[in-house]
């Protein structure tokens, strides 16, 4: 990716843990947008255009203290929430990608992928991240885990991806609609020929061929690019304020435990227990310490 020649800016810092074992490494966006971003403007005067907070029922503007956050029940019923109470609910915020189980990669269905993110090692954790990788790797599994993100739990899928491990958040199984609801077919049932289903599966072997992302490219957003350079070198061009970036995020300090491997085998053993109280517990973001 581009920014990496600048040097990625970290999203979170903290470690992976799984047993007694822990590995140093920071998050990294494994993606970056590539769609146009159109930006409302004041046609009279180029200044950006924001939202103004209105009361739906009087069309009337209405100031920032006067609202408040309600969650909507049955009818016309709302039960509103402080921002201390929302703040009191949230996770309690930690440096740790708990590892929960570890699951073949082919039983998580694509469904459930949401964004992925690259994890960089520490500098001093880069034998054990390589360990972990190609355990994984070799295993043929990846693991699935829990950890706290801008205040909020996200499940997610440790994956093993070429020289890098890769986190990528997954979609709670509630979020998930079913397909119930929808008038589909069958299987079986649709009264397919045998002749029409033979064309339809030659036509598919006609057309498969390998995975290769870099041959589709975003036509509209090209288009676009092409347009907006051709009116700027036209000298259509106006100016406008930019925005503020978001601000970097913070960081843990986490204690690098290789050697505990051995110890994480034999987890029920007093070996493990004395280990244990010698080496600082990593709490999941549920408040229970790691097994």
Known sequence: MAEHAAGPRAIWKGAISFGLVHVPV????ATQEQEVDFDWLDKRSMDPVGYKRINKRTGKEIAKHD???GVKLEGDEYVVLSDDEIK???PKRTQTI???TFVKAADVSF???EKPYYLAPDAKAQRVYALLREALEKAGVIGIARFVLHNKEHLA???PAGPALMLGTLRWAEEIRSPEALDLPK???AGLKPAELKMAQQLIAQMTDAWKPEQFKDDFSSAIRELVAAKAKAGKKQTVQPFEEAPDTGSANVVDLTELLRQSLGG??????SAAKKAPAAKSPRGRKAA
């Open 26 to 29: 920071s998050l990294h966006s």
């Open 67 to 69: 609202i408040v956050k």
């Open 88 to 90: 009191a609910a949230y």
């Open 98 to 100: 708990q590892i929960e």
């Open 111 to 113: 469904v459930y992928i």
């Open 157 to 159: 899928a440790l994956i």
């Open 187 to 189: 299987p079986g049932a």
């Open 268 to 273: 029920k053993s007093g070996k493990t227990k």
